[in-house]
């Protein structure tokens, strides 16, 4: 798995990495037990501070995603908690008001909006 950081992103740097790193596990890319790159290793291959990887890591662990082993490393856990429903609609509100956004900012009409979210869905191709 390659990260991409956008340095002049609004988002900060650690959230970029928790955000990709989350996406590849609901994508199927990372799967249980898939262990991480080293903070070091990471920090490096993105030209970052070491500390920003670990913070990501950090908050990847509080939320249930992510394992680390003491003297083995950062591993993707078995079976990540899930949600509360009021958890689950929240974090799907606010997905949504960010792609809405989006969609508003670049003047897509809504039609295409839902034609690719069913095109990622694996319904069809776009």
Do not use: C, W
């Amino acid at each position: 798995m390659h990260l991409h950081i956008n340095p002049g992103d609004e988002v900060p740097i650690y959230r970029q990495i928790v955000r990709q790193i989350r996406d590849a596990v609901a994508g199927g890319e990372l799967g249980p037990g898939h262990k991480l790159l080293s903070h070091r290793d990471l920090a490096t291959q993105l030209v970052i501070a070491p500390l920003t990887v670990k913070k990501a890591y950090d908050e990847l662990e509080l939320q249930g995603l992510v394992e680390t082993r003491r003297g083995l490393g950062s591993f993707i856990t078995a079976s990540p908690p899930a949600p509360t429903p009021s958890e689950y609609r929240e974090r799907l509100r606010e997905a949504a008001q960010r792609l809405l956004t989006e969609a508003r900012l670049s003047g897509a009409p809504l039609a295409e909006v839902i034609d690719l979210l069913e095109a990622m869905a694996g319904k069809r191709k776009p």
